[in-house]
């Protein structure tokens, strides 16, 4: 769903595999999925697609990657 979104508004996205990382399995296994925006925890379980674009442009307008 995120990667649809990218039609709406421009951002990076990166996808990563947490299997075998046994740093990011203690810190997102019970949280996932889970979707960072700047480096900040922004969603978990589901992402809402209205909340998702609000934040991702108030992200670029406040000069976030």
């Known amino acids: 769903m995120i990667g649809e979104l990218r039609g709406s ?3 990076d996205l990166e996808t990563v595999d947490i299997g075998g990382v046994p ?13 960072e925006i ?12 209205e909340a998702f674009l609000r934040r991702v442009s108030r992200s670029q307008r406040e000069g976030g990657h």
């Open 23 to 35: 740093e990011l399995e203690a810190r997102y296994r019970e949280l996932l999925p889970a979707v």
């Open 38 to 49: 700047d480096g900040e925890l922004g969603f978990t379980y589901h992402v809402n697609r």
């Open 9 to 11: 508004v421009e951002f």
